[in-house]
């Protein structure tokens, strides 16, 4: 014998062993039976089962007082005047009579009893265990029944190896007339035949019904007349036959459980859209489009960059000119009174490199106004940077010779002359300016500046920009002008007790602090703002860096060149020496 066999037969064995000994009081017999050549079994709920908890399975007896049931009744009914309709029939099944045995399924154990009694041989109480089960032939042919789920599940569990069938086997070749109206069986058991549907009609006392459509076999569709219906709702209303109702637009559908109509309406996420076609999942919208909460669908982006037209850009625009215009006066200036003291003390031929340093970082900042370009992005960064070096550079020698020339230059004489014959201002200016220069060329070459786009800050903009503040070069670069910044700064704090003429150390010093203040805000604000306002704020820092070394630097000069000619004489820089020389002497 197989496996499945050898389990099937400790199944019944186990359920024979049940039957025997824990229904042994059950009566042996159906509640109500009718012999004749083939039997049929019913199963219906006379009777309801007891509600009391149970802590292990027990036998329940169905005959209780107040325990009727007329649904199950009304089932064991109908099946009787069946059964005796087609025996009391000449053409139905000539010369066989059918006979039943109706059982009380009231409970599990009831249940349970009622379907090893169909499988048992008529008069005992035991089932014969067969080497083949599809050889085993009980009395009963077919059963109807259970009309209870769980009680369904286990009888089919139990008759099914048994071959025991829910239809008769000649029933397809069974045709009758049944008031008037033919009935038939396809090959399947199905039948051919017409049917009314039924409403009944609570309204009165008595149920009663009414036939408010019908079908036929040869009909693909149900012809129903709705005006019959009556509906117990007010004003004959349709009640509302669904699990969710709909849900609003742009909310998606949450399954919950395993159908499709049961469902919870959760709002679709900002950047997300609900597609009529599929109301179970909220779509991401395209790189280029945004959509606010619960819509159902998206939006274009909007592209917004730093325009040559808006009112800051005119102001910045307007403030560089401006200062570019100024660098370019004050250069042709200095050419013209160049042989003056004060042009002198500036630095002489020196002033026109750092003029030009600061002019060379004028023009970068005309690259952060229109649509970034890669020319742009390339050149507006890298003017300035090395631009402002070189201004640096020149600002840090410059103060440095200052400060050897009174203090030192007496207590150090070779040094300051190899200074001198070696040329090393001009010298600490081109390496100071090749570094700024290397470091520039690796960040364009290794961080290229490129256009970009920026989609995470605002979902419902594409801002333009370039990619230079996000790179290791752009900070080497800033890192190194504001090492020179702080060279410049020392080296001008040492000379703060140099005479008059060529003491620099307030305006520098104010400069220098507005170039720090300024990138410090820009850093801060970079931090927390990516909008298309930022190349501004990197625009305003680049120009008060540069202006506020113009002013602290040229504007003094400028001033003593074109207000006070009288202090621009060789006799007024004499006296400031010896009255200088006086004071240290004498302390």
């Not at 199944?11 to 824990?22: D, E, G, H």
């Not at 050549?37 to 199963?43: E, K, P, Q, T, V």
């Not at 679709?268 to 997300?272: N, V």
């Given at each position: 014998m197989?496996?499945?066999?050898?389990?099937?037969?400790?199944?019944?064995?186990?359920?024979?062993?049940?039957?025997?000994?824990?229904c042994?009081?059950?009566?042996s017999?159906?509640?109500?039976?009718?012999?004749g050549?083939?039997?049929?079994?019913?199963?219906f709920?006379?009777?309801?089962?007891?509600?009391?908890?149970?802590?292990?399975?027990?036998?329940?007896?169905?005959?209780?007082?107040?325990?009727?049931?007329?649904?199950?009744?009304?089932l064991?009914?109908?099946?009787?005047?069946?059964?005796?309709?087609?025996?009391?029939?000449?053409?139905?099944?000539?010369?066989?009579?059918?006979?039943y045995e109706?059982?009380d399924?009231c409970?599990?154990s009831?249940n349970?009893?009622?379907?090893?009694s169909?499988?048992?041989?008529?008069g005992?109480?035991?089932?014969?265990i067969?080497?083949?089960?599809?050889?085993?032939?009980?009395?009963?042919?077919?059963?109807?029944?259970?009309?209870?789920?769980?009680?369904?599940?286990t009888?089919?569990?139990?008759?099914?190896?048994f071959l025991?069938?829910?239809l008769?086997?000649?029933?397809?070749?069974?045709?009758?007339l049944?008031h008037?109206?033919?009935?038939?069986?396809?090959?399947?058991?199905?039948?051919?035949?017409n049917?009314d549907?039924?409403?009944?009609?609570?309204?009165?006392?008595?149920?009663?019904?009414?036939?408010?459509?019908?079908?036929?076999?040869?009909?693909?569709?149900l012809d129903?007349?709705?005006?019959?219906?009556?509906?117990?709702?007010?004003?004959?209303?349709?009640?509302?036959?669904v699990c969710?109702?709909?849900?609003?637009?742009?909310?998606?559908?949450?399954?919950i459980?395993?159908?499709?109509?049961?469902?919870?309406?959760?709002p679709?996420?900002?950047?997300?859209f609900l597609?009529?076609s599929?109301?179970?999942?909220?779509?991401?919208?395209?790189?280029?489009?945004?959509?606010?909460?619960?819509?159902?669908?998206?939006f274009?982006?909007?592209v917004?960059?730093?325009?040559?037209?808006?009112?800051?850009?005119?102001?910045?625009?307007?403030?560089?000119?401006?200062?570019?215009?100024?660098?370019?006066?004050?250069?042709?200036l200095?050419?013209?009174?160049?042989?003056?003291?004060?042009?002198?003390?500036a630095?002489?031929?020196?002033?026109?490199?750092?003029?030009?340093s600061?002019?060379?970082g004028?023009?970068g900042?005309?690259?952060?106004?229109?649509?970034?370009?890669?020319?742009?992005?390339?050149?507006?960064?890298?003017?300035?940077s090395?631009?402002f070096?070189?201004?640096?550079?020149?600002?840090?020698?410059?103060?440095?010779?200052?400060?050897?020339?009174?203090?030192?230059?007496?207590?150090?004489?070779?040094?300051?002359?190899?200074?001198?014959?070696?040329?090393?201002?001009?010298?600490f200016v081109?390496?100071?300016?090749?570094?700024?220069?290397?470091?520039?060329?690796?960040?364009?070459?290794?961080?290229?500046?490129?256009?970009?786009r920026?989609y995470?800050?605002?979902?419902?903009?594409?801002?333009?920009?370039?990619?230079?503040?996000?790179?290791?070069?752009?900070?080497?670069a800033?890192?190194?002008?504001?090492?020179?910044?702080?060279?410049?700064?020392?080296c001008?704090?040492?000379?703060?007790?140099l005479?008059?003429?060529?003491?620099?150390?307030k305006?520098?010093t104010?400069?220098?602090l507005?170039?720090?203040?300024?990138?410090?805000?820009f850093?801060?604000?970079?931090?927390?703002?990516q909008?298309?306002?930022?190349?501004?704020?990197?625009?305003?820092a680049?120009?008060s860096?540069?202006?506020?070394?113009?002013?602290g630097?040229f504007?003094?000069k400028?001033?003593v060149?074109?207000?006070?000619p009288?202090l621009?004489?060789t006799?007024?820089?004499q006296?400031?020496?010896?009255?200088?020389?006086?004071?240290?002497?004498?302390?």
């Open positions: 197989s496996l499945w066999g050898v389990r099937l037969v400790g199944l019944l064995l186990s359920l024979s062993c049940c039957w025997a000994f824990s042994r009081n059950t009566p017999s159906p509640d109500f039976s009718l012999p050549d083939y039997l049929l079994a019913g199963m709920p006379l009777h309801s089962a007891p509600l009391e908890a149970r802590g292990r399975p027990t036998v329940t007896f169905c005959d209780r007082s107040n325990s009727f049931n007329g649904h199950g009744y009304h064991f009914q109908a099946m009787r005047f069946s059964i005796e309709e087609i025996n009391n029939s000449t053409v139905l099944l000539p010369n066989v009579t059918l006979g109706l059982y399924v409970s599990d009831a349970m009893y009622a379907t090893l169909i499988l048992s041989i008529l005992r109480r035991y089932v014969e067969q080497g083949d089960p599809a050889d085993f032939s009980p009395a009963i042919v077919a059963v109807i029944g259970p009309d209870i789920t769980k009680h369904a599940l009888t089919a569990a139990l008759l099914s190896p025991v069938p829910l008769l086997e000649q029933i397809r070749k069974v045709k009758f049944l008037k109206n033919a009935v038939t069986f396809n090959d399947d058991g199905n039948t051919l035949s049917y549907i039924i409403a009944w009609d609570w309204s009165g006392p008595n149920w009663t019904f009414r036939v408010i459509g019908s079908s036929s076999p040869f009909s693909v569709s129903i007349n709705t005006t019959k219906i009556r509906w117990h709702g007010n004003n004959n209303q349709v009640p509302t036959s969710s109702r709909d849900c609003p637009e742009g909310h998606q559908r949450v399954i459980g395993f159908h499709h109509c049961c469902f919870e309406c959760v679709c996420e900002a950047g997300t597609n009529k599929d109301p179970y999942r909220c779509r991401p919208c395209g790189k280029e489009e945004w959509a606010p909460e619960r819509s159902q669908t998206c274009p982006r909007t917004v960059f730093l325009t040559w037209h808006e009112p800051v850009s005119l102001v910045l625009l307007a403030a560089n000119t401006l200062l570019l215009l100024v660098v370019a006066g004050t250069a042709g200095f050419a013209w009174h160049l042989d003056t003291p004060v042009v002198r003390s630095g002489g031929r020196l002033c026109f490199l750092m003029l030009g600061l002019a060379g004028t023009w900042l005309y690259g952060f106004f229109g649509e970034p370009t890669l020319p742009t992005c390339l050149l507006r960064q890298g003017l300035f090395l631009g070096a070189i201004f640096l550079s020149c600002l840090t020698v410059r103060s440095f010779q200052l400060v050897f020339i009174f203090k030192f230059s007496a207590r150090l004489p070779t040094f300051f002359r190899a200074w001198v014959q070696n040329n090393g201002a001009g010298l081109m390496i100071s300016s090749t570094i700024q220069l290397l470091i520039c060329l690796i960040w364009l070459a290794v961080w290229t500046p490129l256009p970009t920026e995470k800050h605002f979902p419902q903009l594409v801002v333009l920009g370039c990619t230079e503040a996000n790179s290791l070069g752009f900070m080497l800033v890192t190194y002008n504001g090492l020179l910044s702080v060279s410049a700064f020392a001008s704090y040492l000379g703060k007790d005479p008059e003429n060529y003491n620099e150390a305006c520098v104010f400069s220098l507005l170039n720090f203040v300024s990138w410090i805000s850093f801060t604000m970079a931090t927390v703002y909008g298309k306002y930022l190349p501004a704020a990197n625009a305003l680049m120009l860096s540069l202006s506020g070394g113009f002013s630097y504007l003094p400028c001033y060149i074109l207000c006070r009288d621009n004489s006799e007024h820089f006296a400031s020496i010896q009255d200088y020389t006086r004071r240290c002497g004498s302390t």
